[in-house]
């Protein structure tokens, strides 16, 4: 899919597992532990990772039910949630790294001179101290969580909070992503959406639904820095 006109760009927004780090393997052994604190069989680490992704409320729910749409009985949520989210503030990067060449990409995009930010379904707190335990923060310039305002992807309004931070027009931000949230916040922001294809989203499954086509794909993080960089002229070549 080839890149949009984009040198009107001002800022990038990332989403964060499954788009700037691989963290099922400690939400896994988290969903896990959980389960077996609540006397239930583990989970296989592929199926707790196609429930990641709208926040870890509702992660908690489907690790307890096994069901992506049906919530644990209140009681057992609360119970469930509460074990989930000690534990895995204990363990937030035993296992979780960045992808690759998540830093290399970051490091080339600062060389801009625009800002960075994350919006992440994960609730602030730990998405915080995970970019810190991993050694990222400090290239954002914001970091959003699903409990930081009122709505979370897919809705618009961390993006255009963002913006607003920011002080830039939504339409001048990129929002990069492996969901399908990340794409319909985009898209309902007036962002333009990049979707990625090494993420825990089914990429090629949201490019058929044109409510959920990003307007761009990528491989990898830098290509992102290769198609906003300022593009040589007869004069400076």
């Known amino acids: 899919m080839t890149a949009p006109a984009i040198e009107h760009v001002q ?9 700037l780090c691989d963290s099922v393997p400690d939400l896994a052994a988290a969903a896990n532990a959980t389960r077996a604190h609540m006397g239930l069989p583990p989970l296989p680490a592929h199926i707790v990772e196609s429930y990641v992704g709208d926040g870890l409320a509702n992660l908690v729910h489907r690790v307890l039910t096994d069901k992506r749409d049906e919530a644990a009985p209140q009681n057992e949520w609360e119970q469930g949630f509460s074990f989930f989210i000690r534990y895995y503030r204990d363990h937030l990067s035993d296992f979780t790294r960045p992808y690759p060449e998540t830093e290399a990409g970051l490091i080339l995009l600062k060389t801009l001179g625009i800002p960075l930010v994350v919006i992440t379904n994960k609730n602030e ?13 400090d290239y954002f310039s914001l970091i959003l969580g699903g409990d930081s305002l009122a709505e979370k992807k ?3 309004l ?3 909070h963002a913006a607003e931070v920011l002080n ?3 339409a001048d931000m990129l929002m990069v992503g ?4 990340d794409i319909l916040a985009a898209k309902a922001a ?10 825990y989203g089914d990429m090629q499954e949201l490019v058929h639904n044109p409510a959920t ?6 491989g990898s993080l830098p290509e992102i820095y290769e198609n906003l960089r300022p593009q040589k002229t007869p004069d400076n070549e």
């Open 11 to 19: 800022a990038v927004a990332f989403d964060l597992d499954g788009t």
């Open 125 to 137: 707190m730990l998405a915080v101290e995970l970019l810190k335990q991993l050694g990222l923060a």
């Open 154 to 156: 897919p809705s618009p």
């Open 158 to 160: 961390p993006l255009l």
């Open 168 to 170: 830039i027009n939504p």
């Open 178 to 181: 492996d969901s399908a949230n």
């Open 190 to 199: 007036g962002c333009l959406s990049v979707g990625v294809t090494f993420g």
């Open 213 to 218: 086509k990003p307007d761009w794909l990528i």
